[in-house]
């Protein structure tokens, strides 16, 4: 009886699961009636076979591997190592050399991992693409020829009352939808398989027409597919003629594997052939991984990028989904083409890049920007640099024309933020050398500066680069932060949470929450809402498991 009892269970079990798994558990069969010859069976007394017993237990076995839980997919997304900018002493390394970044990527990255109920690897965290996510007003240029504006402010910092923070802002002029020059646009578009998805192709087709209603007549785009071998899937093809670039977007399909290095060259060919001069020629490379078949050698699609840039054809990349994406390869990427990198994981933040943005990504208005600060020993006895590790440059390279650097876009803003202790605050992290020549207020012609700001960049099409030189004087040290410094504040130091916070001291999420509570200001399209929301979202993560030293958890 308990053997008719576990195959009638056995039989009940596996009809239900096949009942409500229909299509995905085809194979599943019901176990077959007895032949019409057999006895027949009692609960009495039942006769069964060797075989039937056998049946059984594969029948169990295949309820197990029924109800066993699928293997999680695994996680090949790749980020560059960051070493963390240290501390510098004044008296031993005055000047601090860097590239700026436009690129935002990384916050829309950790944003999707966040969403997903995750914290990010720390490598995935670039604090200045968090920075550079959010407009801080910045005044623009006022005129005179010069592109962009200069913005400095300096306050006690937030985290460490014997410190101050260091804001430099600069700030593109802004050119009207009707003024900018005719785009030449080549989309290069990933439809290899594991695109197959909502949050990649689907998501990339709704965001790109977004960017197709905003094209003009005299602007043109072209669309390459790669998957397995590269393909043109659409001629270059006025902007006017609308319905036929959409229609082209909707004919893609995912499949095959990502041969990415073929669709590039493609791609790049197509610009040249419909190259705009004075216009703006861009490839817009969009994928969710890597490229693994064709050339895949990183440094050589590097340098593939660089050679093409010369001749005036910028790249973007725009990342999407996950698994496999590979961060490091597209920021690279988009760094040495000239052009920007972003990470869209939600429609609204396709409009942000592909229209909000749109003229910024489009028309260049200064290349190869480079910032340089040189600080006055008298006032300043350390600082740090918060982000911009894979933007750093060395001394000398800041005067060397031949250099590559940053790009800034119509109505672009860039944000850096240092972290300093002044002579003698006591907020020093490191111990003074013995014998090392200290430098004096008193006496010095240059103690009312607190350092000197240098600019260097060159104007569209010109080969020679042009100097912005500005002092940042020690009586604009201001007693407390304004609202703009505040909010940069806490986005700065969410980013340095979220990368073990080893220079944040005591201050927790929850500071970093109500910093950015009280200086939310003008929030027109709520993007500094959703930074609150994401920071909730860390600290809840942070809380759920145990201090680890990677994110300060809320007490």
């Known amino acids: 009886m308990r053997i008719l009892t576990l195959a009638i269970a056995l039989s009940l079990g596996l009809a239900g699961c096949a009942h409500k798994h229909g299509h995905d558990q085809a194979a599943v069969a019901e176990p077959a009636p007895p032949p019409a010859s057999a006895p027949s069976e009692t609960l009495d007394r039942i006769e069964v076979s060797g075989s039937r017993i056998g049946a059984m237990h594969a029948q169990a076995k295949m309820v197990a591997e029924f109800v066993a839980p699928a293997p999680l997919p695994v996680d090949r997304e790749n980020y560059a190592q960051i070493d963390e900018n240290p501390i510098h002493v004044v008296a031993e390394q005055p000047l601090s050399t860097f590239s700026i970044d436009v690129d935002t990527g990384s916050y829309s990255n950790v944003r999707r991992m966040l969403n997903a109920g995750r914290l990010p690897p720390a490598d995935a965290v670039r604090s200045e693409e968090f920075l550079n996510y959010f407009d801080y007003g910045y005044a623009a240029p006022a ?49 290899s398989g594991s695109m197959h998805s909502a949050d990649k192709l689907a998501l990339l087709k709704q965001s790109f027409r977004l960017l197709v209603q905003q094209l003009r007549p005299q602007d043109r785009v072209a669309i390459v597919a790669y998957a397995g071998s590269a393909g043109l899937v659409l001629e270059s093809t006025p902007g006017s003629d609308k319905a036929s670039i959409l229609a082209a977007l ?57 050679e093409k840039r010369k001749t005036g054809i910028a790249l973007t990349t725009l990342g999407f989904g996950g698994g496999n994406y590979n961060d490091a390869l597209a920021e690279q990427l988009a760094n040495v083409g000239n052009g920007q990198h972003a990470y869209i994981d939600t429609l609204n933040e396709g409009r942000k890049v592909l229209v909000e943005s749109l003229s910024s990504t489009l028309l260049t208005i200064a290349a190869d920007v480079k910032v340089q600060i040189e600080f006055n020993p008298a006032v300043v006895a350390e600082y740090r640099l918060i982000g911009y590790e894979n933007r750093l440059l060395r001394r000398e390279d800041f005067s060397n024309d031949q250099v590559d650097a940053g790009e800034i876009g119509a109505g672009h803003s860039v944000t850096a933020l240092y972290e300093l202790a002044l002579t003698g605050s006591g907020g020093e992290a490191i111990e003074p050398l013995r014998y090392a020549t200290q430098a004096a207020a008193d006496g010095n012609p240059k103690a009312a500066e607190l350092a000197h700001l240098r600019l260097r960049y060159k104007s569209p099409g010109e080969d020679v680069s042009r100097l912005i030189e500005t002092p940042i004087l020690r009586r604009d040290i201001a007693g407390e932060a304004s609202e703009r410094l505040r909010f940069a504040s806490a986005v700065a130091g969410f980013a340095e949470a979220l990368r073990g916070g080893r220079h944040l001291g005591d201050w927790t999420l929850d500071d970093v ?39 300060a958890a809320p007490e």
Do not use: C
């Open 143 to 191: 005129g005179g020829g010069q592109p962009f504006s200069v913005t400095t402010e300096i306050a006690p910092s937030p985290w460490h009352r014997n410190r101050h923070l260091l804001l430099v802002g600069l700030k593109g002029y802004e050119v009207p939808k009707a003024q900018v020059p005719a785009a030449n646009l080549v989309f290069l578009i990933d439809t």
């Open 250 to 306: 909707d004919r893609l399909q995912a499949g095959g594997s990502t041969h990415g290095s073929a669709g590039i060259q493609l791609a790049y060919e197509v610009a040249q052939q419909h190259f705009i001069a004075g216009g703006a020629n861009r490839v817009i490379l969009a994928s969710d991984g890597d490229f693994n078949v064709g050339t895949v050698n990183h440094e050589a699609l590097k340098d593939l990028v660089a």
């Open 513 to 551: 929450l109500a910093t950015a509570r009280s200086a939310r200001g003008e929030d027109a399209f709520g993007y500094r809402g959703e930074f609150l929301q994401l920071v909730e979202m860390a600290r809840a993560l942070s809380s759920q498991r145990p201090q680890d030293g990677h994110l």
